[in-house]
């Protein structure tokens, strides 16, 4: 089984619609991340939480929000989708008493936004 | 913050060619360094990584040694194979935050 999920692994939608991308990991750890990929981009961090109480901005936040509901579950929303947030998302984990910052990613979700 | 230069592709090799992706970095403090692979279709994993000055991480006949005084960190195979056809990102860890080069695309011929 895989120790960090994603759903949906794909998506389309519409212009001004809020959609909603969930992540679980069965790793037990405190930390979780949020990415998007685009061709030529590399990965950028949009949120990240180190625990259930704690949220915070990465480099591209902005048009996203995020819900941490328990430590194994992390969920980004799309508010009011805009076609450039057509990408693919990446949720990602790592533990607290990791020192080197290995973080252990989901397969991924394909979104296009139309 | 740290930023992470991959140099530019796509490339596109032979098999049993030497392969090298050159990757420099810049950061504050003693980062960890990685490289990440993303098969077609899947998402990222770990290929290797290294964590301290002069470390050489190695897998599947890949290696990279963490040059601190040039501050690099260039990802070598001997002689790859077609399974080797993937996405190759340098990566640079610090304060619980990973920073991602652009990603170079490795194509390996028959």
């Known amino acids: 089984d895989a120790d960090v999920t994603q759903t949906p692994r794909n998506r389309i939608t519409k212009t001004g619609k809020r959609i909603m991308l969930e992540c679980s990991q069965t790793?037990?750890?405190?930390?979780m991340y949020w990415y998007r990929q685009d061709p030529g981009l590399g990965l950028r961090l949009i949120y990240y939480?180190?625990?259930?109480?704690?949220?915070n901005k990465g480099e591209i936040s902005d048009g996203y929000s995020v819900s941490r509901q328990a430590q194994a579950k992390f969920s980004l929303s799309l508010e009011s989708a805009i076609p450039n947030q057509t990408a693919l998302y990446f949720c990602?984990?790592?533990?607290?008493?990791?020192?080197?910052?290995?973080?252990?990613f989901g397969p991924g979700t394909r979104l296009t936004v139309l | 913050g740290n930023s992470v230069t991959q140099m530019e592709g796509p490339v596109t090799l032979s098999e049993e060619a030497f392969l090298t992706i050159n990757c420099t970095y810049t950061?504050?403090?003693?980062?960890?360094l990685f490289w990440y692979v993303q098969y077609p279709g899947e998402g990222l994993q770990l290929l290797l990584k290294?964590?301290?000055?002069?470390d050489k991480g190695s897998n599947k006949g890949f290696e990279a040694t963490y040059r601190k005084e040039t501050t690099s960190f260039h990802l070598e195979k001997g002689s790859v194979q077609v399974s080797d056809s993937a996405v190759y990102f340098c990566?640079?860890?610090?304060?619980?935050?990973?920073?991602f080069g652009k990603g170079i695309t490795l194509s390996v011929r028959p």
């Open positions: 990602a984990t790592s533990d607290r008493y990791d020192p080197y910052n290995e973080q252990f």
């Open positions: 790793k037990g750890h405190d930390r």
């Open positions: 939480s180190f625990d259930v109480k704690d949220i």
């Open positions: 950061a504050t403090g003693y980062p960890s």
């Open positions: 290294a964590t301290k000055a002069d």
């Open positions: 990566v640079t860890g610090a304060n619980s935050k990973l920073t």
